[in-house]
T-cell receptor, first 115, second 112 residues
């Protein structure tokens, strides 16, 4: 069974440019998460989706970040415009449901460098 | 103060040693406790999962939760070079399913 797929794996952009990350969750997983992981830190939740609905986006900086999960499968996270401080790894995870006992499976992440 | 505190290490041990990793937390509402392992340039993978207090053993790994002290531990017996990774503790509240709060992660190196 394929795991969570993310692309691109690496992205280097100039500050003020837009950037987008794509995630394909494990088949059948209704819940999708985007996390931000700074160097030497644990992941921090940005947004959670249950099917197409964002059930928790309280940690998403909405002035420059946006996310969508059309048709309740793939998801895209966008930053516009990017800032130097956005350099980090962006992780996508999926699970069968929202309940805390459902294991979250993580993708390999997209490593963003903003110059 | 962060909700979950974890010593970042790095921690270096010889092969075969017993490794002890731990986290402290401040919110007594946490009821689900997890340990994730993250290899370099990879996403975290779930290693151990515990609900409420108690111990759980899986092969060379033992997870302990002491809710009265707000303290969780992961023990690795007979450590192997392949255990070299960053270990992240994570926890969540019962009524906020899926919202994991992670510790900073401890970088472990097991030397042959």
């Amino acid at each position: 069974e394929a795991g969570v797929v993310q692309s691109p794996r690496y992205k280097i952009i100039e500050k003020k440019q837009p950037v987008a990350f794509w995630c394909n969750p494990i088949s059948g997983h209704n819940t999708l998460y985007w996390y931000l992981q700074n160097l030497g830190q644990g992941p921090e939740l940005l947004i959670r989706y249950e099917n197409e609905e964002a059930v928790d986006d309280s940690q998403l900086p909405k002035d420059r970040f946006s996310a969508e999960r059309l048709k309740g499968v793939d998801s895209t996270l966008k930053i516009q415009p990017a800032e130097l401080g956005d350099s980090a790894v962006y992780l996508c995870a999926s699970s069968l449901g929202l309940a805390a006992y459902n294991e979250q499976f993580f993708g390999p992440g997209t490593r963003l460098t903003v110059l | 103060q962060k909700e979950v505190e974890q010593d970042p290490g790095p921690l270096s041990v010889p092969e075969g040693a017993i490794v002890s990793l731990n986290c402290t937390y401040s919110n007594s509402a946490f009821q689900y406790f997890m340990w994730y392992r993250q290899y370099s340039r990879k996403g975290p993978e779930l290693l151990m999962y515990t609900y409420s207090s108690g111990n759980k053993e899986d092969g060379r790994f033992t997870a302990q939760v002491d809710k009265s002290s707000k303290y969780i531990s992961l023990f690795i017996r007979d450590s192997q070079p392949s255990d070299s990774a960053t270990y992240l503790c994570a926890m969540s509240r019962k009524n906020q399913g899926g919202k994991l709060i992670f510790g900073q992660g401890t970088e472990l190196s097991v030397k042959p």
